[in-house]
């Protein structure tokens, strides 16, 4: 049997990031959750590097949640370096964010977000959307096959 896969929380706010992590457990969401804290460290787990040297980088999220505004390297350059990458460019990646301004909707679906979705403020719409992300995505959605790598 498969193991159940991961969820990669890219977030840089602590508060948010918790919200997620008790949202994901309310709503019954059993799959390992990885936060990383800013854009580098999302590279550095999704390619093997730094902390992550010794992680099998073919073991790839089910679905990654990522915010737009990170220090380091931002949301979108993350994405952009998701989807230009052979072994991670059909990694369901949602845009997980505060930012509900057009230009970050245009540029994240240009670069091939699989969602946009706004951050609820309230904690029970946040528990009913961590509730519907973790159902289509680990559950209903069927992934790409793993790609082979070189």
Do not use: C
């Amino acid at each position: 049997m498969p193991h159940a896969k991961t969820i990669l929380l890219v977030e840089d706010n602590d508060g948010d990031a918790e919200l997620a992590v008790r949202a994901f457990k309310r709503a019954n969401v059993a799959n390992p959750l990885v936060r990383v804290r800013d854009g580098e460290e999302a590279l550095d787990y999704l390619f093997g590097r730094g902390i992550y040297a010794k992680r099998d980088v073919r073991d790839l999220p089910g679905v990654t949640l990522l915010d737009i505004n990170m220090p380091k390297v931002g949301g979108l350059k993350v994405l952009e370096k998701i989807r230009t990458d052979e072994l991670t460019k059909h990694i369901p990646v949602v845009v997980l964010t505060s930012s509900n301004e057009e230009k970050d909707r245009l540029n994240a679906y240009s670069n091939h977000a699989n969602s946009y979705v706004l951050k609820p403020t309230d904690y029970n719409q946040f528990v009913e959307a961590a509730l519907q992300l973790g159902s289509y995505w680990l559950v209903l959605n069927v992934p790409p096959p793993i790609p082979q790598v070189q």
